[in-house]
Antibody, heavy 120, light 112 residues
Framework: EVQLEQSGAEVKKPGESLTISCETSGYKFANYWISWVRQMPGKGLEWVGRIDCSDSYVNYSPSFQGHVTLSVDTSITTAYLRWSSLKASDTAMYFC?????????????WGQGTLVSVSS | QSALTQPASVSGSPGQSITISCTGTNSDIGSYNYVSWFQQHPGKAPKLMIYDVTNRPSGVSSRFSGSKSGITASLTISGLQAEDEADYYCTSYRSSGTLSWVFGGGTKLTVL
């Protein structure tokens, strides 16, 4: 059974660093890409970026480039989304999702989401 | 990075059909058949309903169908049911500048 299990909710202060995770199982990790999607409170879905789990090649949305870092650990089939300095505007739900190729948007399995709250 | 354009809301009665449009550009919908549609119920993760413009994943009802003409993709739901009430998002591969995905703003479907 394919599963993407995300880490739990986080409460942070502006300027702090944070890494959230997406632990996968039930499929061949290296055959897929992992995308991250942001959903701010009461708002729509926004694509953050994606990573090729076979070689860690990354594409970022221009809106997030330079503010977040995507990575994977193939030994534990886990993907990560990292901030080095959080802003209040990073408060949102973040989802990970797998897709089968560089071009495909067919994200067929999603994590349950990680709620990130940033406030002073 | 401009989002794809969807109507903010649509509604229909049980048993009726509705169509949600998603308008992009020649850098995304107009050039690629990598359009997907997602359903999201409140507090839940999105669910893939249509991929590559017209394909339904296993387990998705045949009441859901997708199409594309030019720079506009469409999702049609026939035989509306109460459980179809949700937010629907389109997304497309985009090749302008950074290779990426782009989402529509979302459409709230109300089943009357």
């Amino acid at each position: 059974e394919v599963q993407l299990e995300q880490s739990g909710a986080e409460v942070k202060k502006p300027g702090e660093s944070l890494t959230i995770s997406c632990e996968t199982s039930g499929y061949k990790f290296a055959n897929y890409w992992i995308s991250w999607v942001r959903q701010m409170p009461g708002k729509g879905l926004e694509w953050v970026g994606r990573i090729d789990c076979s070689d860690s090649y990354v594409n970022y949305s221009p809106s997030f480039q330079g503010h977040v870092t995507l990575s994977v650990d193939t030994s534990i089939t886990t993907a990560y989304l990292r901030w080095s300095s959080l802003k209040a505007s990073d408060t949102a739900m973040y989802f990970c999702a797998r897709s089968p190729s560089e071009y495909s948007t067919s994200a067929d399995f999603w994590g349950q989401g990680t709620l990130v709250s940033v406030s002073s | 990075q401009s989002a794809l354009t969807q109507p903010a809301s649509v509604s229909g009665s049980p048993g009726q059909s509705i169509t949600i449009s998603c308008t992009g550009t020649n850098s995304d919908i107009g050039s690629y058949n990598y359009v997907s549609w997602f359903q999201q119920h409140p507090g839940k993760a999105p669910k893939l309903m249509i991929y590559d413009v017209t394909n339904r994943p296993s387990g998705v009802s045949s009441r859901f169908s997708g199409s594309k003409s030019g720079i506009t993709a469409s999702l049609t739901i026939s035989g509306l049911q109460a459980e179809d009430e949700a937010d629907y998002y389109c997304t497309s591969y985009r090749s302008s500048g950074t290779l990426s995905w782009v989402f529509g703003g979302g459409t709230k479907l109300t089943v009357l």
